[in-house]
């Protein structure tokens, strides 16, 4: 049986608390891993390993930072089959979407190959007389990374890519349900050249995450996961003194309006509700129709969804594997087996047809949805896209801004005032227009509103250099000693 142990100081570190989690192979339903847990010392040897790394680190010069993001880029994009791959085992994704998260997740290595730009203050001179004032961003110290699942390869890009690039020292504890690719990239990185012990890994559960929240040596944890582990990361991390971004869960809203190509809409409803298997955070889970083209359109994405060949990811033309674990696969299934009960219509039931042998879900879609139903107020997390029915422009704005989510939503109209008026009106952190997930490139920054994101600061781009470093004002004078003088007042600039 493979064993997944940590990554401390440049090298694999086998566990030692004697605790270890099954790590399953989506598509068959079987064991093909098992991965440590790290207990409370082993967290503590990583983040005494990235504290000494630290002052070293944080001294070497931005052009040999670059450098390694540089090398590292070549490598990842040298190696991107075999870390898709390695996505595709433990994830269960197909190939194709695989390589795609490489890709955008490739997109935030490139981004911090300008670290030398990105990290370029101000300066004033003359200031006042003989007195110049600039401004300088450093960095943090020790951070600290939690990523979920969905995801292993991309997310942890996000923050390591632009924490390291900064000068800080990095903790990753990835999802210990598909670990295998966070392994990997750490050998790619040494082979960039990073020093040991400025990148580590601990595998584990909540005993990892509660110490990382709590250790006085992190400086700042970025987290990516559902909204109730969100809220307590965010609050357990604060509490003990640490800047955190951690970003939630999500209801997405896709608006459509008459004018719409509703082709368009349609393909565009079902890439974006069915692709990675509906696991993703900016999935379209939920579809508002205008009453006037809603029996058109529900018809037009019931024609697409038996096309979706569903099965195994590493199959060749499969377009949607199986979800992460069966627990989760039962818990999808049984917000298609309420909804009826509660009064909407299911219209594809995915439960039927579905492979055998491992933790399959076909695409459902249910119609006559209404916000009080579970299938509408709740993350369902899974290839499920449910369909409520709008009158208006405003009923569907309304819907939108009352959800307690606000992560990603999208509008489809051939109307630009229209649209135009639609981003100014909604109140979410990133908005598609004709476009069904807006997932904003690297050098811009990612991030919802409201129960979406918890912390003043999203993820990656601009606001991720913010985060992962401190700004500093330094007011200089070289002043003529000739004109040296006791002045008790208070400094003036005139």
């Given at each position: 049986?493979?064993?997944?142990?940590?990554?401390?100081?440049?090298?694999?570190?086998?566990?030692?608390?004697?605790?270890?989690?099954?790590?399953?192979?989506?598509?068959?339903?079987?064991?093909?891993?098992?991965?440590?847990?790290?207990?409370?010392?082993?967290?503590?040897?990583?983040?005494?390993?990235?504290?000494?790394?630290?002052?070293a680190?944080?001294?070497?010069?931005?052009?040999?930072?670059?450098?390694?993001m540089?090398?590292?880029?070549?490598?990842?994009?040298?190696?991107?089959?075999e870390?898709?791959?390695?996505?595709?085992?433990?994830?269960?994704?197909?190939?194709?979407?695989?390589?795609?998260?490489?890709?955008?997740g490739?997109?935030?290595?490139?981004?911090?190959?300008?670290?030398?730009?990105?990290?370029?203050?101000?300066?004033?001179?003359?200031?006042?007389?003989?007195?110049?004032?600039?401004n300088?961003?450093?960095?943090?110290?020790?951070?600290?990374?939690?990523?979920?699942?969905?995801?292993p390869?991309?997310?942890?890009?996000?923050?390591?890519?632009?924490?390291?690039?900064?000068?800080?020292?990095?903790?990753?504890?990835?999802?210990?349900?598909?670990?295998s690719?966070?392994?990997?990239?750490?050998?790619?990185?040494?082979?960039?050249?990073?020093?040991?012990?400025?990148?580590?890994?601990?595998?584990?559960?909540k005993?990892?995450v509660?110490r990382?929240?709590?250790?006085?040596?992190?400086?700042?944890?970025?987290?990516?996961?559902?909204?109730?582990?969100?809220?307590?990361?965010?609050?357990?991390?604060?509490?003990?003194?640490?800047?955190?971004?951690?970003?939630?869960?999500?209801?997405?809203?896709?608006?459509?309006?008459?004018?719409?190509?509703?082709?368009?809409?349609?393909?565009?409803?079902?890439?974006?509700?069915?692709?990675?298997?509906?696991?993703?955070?900016?999935?379209?889970?939920?579809?508002?129709?205008?009453?006037?083209?809603?029996?058109?359109?529900?018809?037009k994405?019931?024609?697409?969804?038996?096309?979706?060949?569903?099965?195994?990811?590493?199959?060749?033309?499969?377009?949607?594997?199986?979800?992460?674990?069966?627990?989760?696969?039962?818990?999808?299934?049984?917000?298609v087996?309420?909804?009826?009960?509660?009064?909407?219509?299911?219209?594809?039931?995915?439960?039927?047809?579905?492979?055998?042998?491992?933790?399959?879900?076909?695409?459902?879609?249910?119609?006559?949805?209404?916000?009080?139903?579970?299938?509408?107020?709740?993350?369902?997390?899974?290839?499920?896209?449910?369909v409520?029915?709008?009158?208006?422009?405003?009923?569907?704005?309304?819907?939108?801004?009352?959800n307690?989510?606000?992560?990603?939503?999208?509008?489809?109209?051939?109307?630009?005032?229209?649209?135009?008026?639609?981003?100014?009106d909604?109140?979410?952190?990133?908005?598609?227009?004709?476009?069904?997930?807006?997932?904003?490139?690297?050098?811009?920054?990612?991030?919802?509103?409201?129960?979406?994101?918890?912390?003043?600061?999203?993820?990656?781009?601009?606001?991720?250099?913010?985060?992962?470093?401190?700004?500093?004002?330094?007011?200089?004078?070289?002043?003529?000693?000739?004109?040296?003088?006791?002045?008790?007042?208070?400094?003036?600039?005139r």
């Amino acid at each position: 049986m493979k064993r997944i142990s940590h990554w401390i100081d440049g090298k694999v570190a086998a566990g030692t608390s004697g605790r270890c989690g099954a790590v399953f192979n989506p598509a068959t339903g079987e064991v093909q891993a098992e991965v440590d847990f790290a207990d409370i010392s082993e967290v503590d040897r990583a983040v005494a390993t990235a504290k000494a790394a630290l002052p070293a680190w944080r001294a070497t010069n931005l052009s040999r930072r670059a450098e390694i993001m540089f090398n590292l880029r070549e490598l990842i994009d040298a190696n991107r089959k075999e870390i898709a791959a390695l996505l595709s085992l433990e994830h269960g994704k197909v190939l194709s979407d695989a390589l795609g998260e490489v890709s955008r997740g490739l997109e935030n290595i490139e981004f911090a190959c300008g670290v030398p730009h990105l990290l370029k203050g101000s300066y004033s001179e003359q200031a006042s007389s003989g007195v110049d004032v600039y401004n300088i961003r450093q960095p943090l110290g020790v951070v600290a990374g939690i990523t979920p699942f969905n995801f292993p390869a991309m997310v942890p890009m996000w923050m390591f890519s632009t924490a390291v690039a900064c000068g800080n020292t990095f903790v990753l504890k990835p999802s210990e349900k598909d670990p295998s690719v966070t392994m990997f990239v750490a050998e790619l990185l040494k082979q960039a050249g990073l020093p040991d012990g400025v990148y580590n890994i601990v595998h584990g559960d909540k005993v990892a995450v509660d110490r990382l929240l709590d250790h006085p040596d992190i400086a700042a944890v970025s987290f990516v996961g559902s909204t109730p582990i969100a809220k307590y990361i965010y609050e357990t991390g604060t509490r003990n003194g640490k800047r955190v971004q951690a970003l939630g869960g999500a209801k997405n809203h896709m608006l459509v309006l008459p004018d719409a190509d509703l082709d368009m809409a349609a393909d565009a409803a079902v890439s974006a509700a069915y692709g990675s298997a509906g696991e993703r955070c900016m999935a379209v889970s939920v579809l508002l129709a205008h009453e006037t083209i809603a029996d058109s359109l529900v018809g037009k994405i019931q024609e697409r969804i038996p096309n979706i060949k569903v099965g195994p990811g590493d199959e060749p033309g499969n377009e949607m594997g199986p979800l992460i674990t069966g627990e989760h696969r039962d818990k999808v299934a049984g917000y298609v087996a309420g909804a009826t009960k509660e009064g909407a219509r299911v219209v594809v039931d995915g439960r039927d047809g579905a492979p055998n042998g491992g933790f399959f879900l076909k695409p459902s879609l249910i119609d006559d949805v209404k916000p009080g139903m579970a299938c509408y107020d709740e993350e369902i997390f899974g290839p499920v896209l449910s369909v409520v029915r709008v009158g208006s422009y405003d009923e569907g704005v309304d819907l939108i801004n009352s959800n307690q989510y606000g992560n990603g939503t999208a509008i489809f109209t051939r109307d630009g005032g229209v649209a135009r008026q639609f981003q100014f009106d909604i109140n979410v952190g990133m908005v598609g227009i004709n476009v069904p997930i807006p997932v904003p490139v690297s050098y811009y920054s990612f991030g919802g509103w409201k129960a979406s994101l918890f912390g003043d600061q999203h993820m990656y781009g601009p606001e991720g250099i913010n985060f992962f470093t401190r700004g500093k004002v330094v007011t200089s004078r070289w002043p003529d000693p000739r004109t040296s003088k006791v002045d008790l007042g208070f400094p003036q600039n005139r």
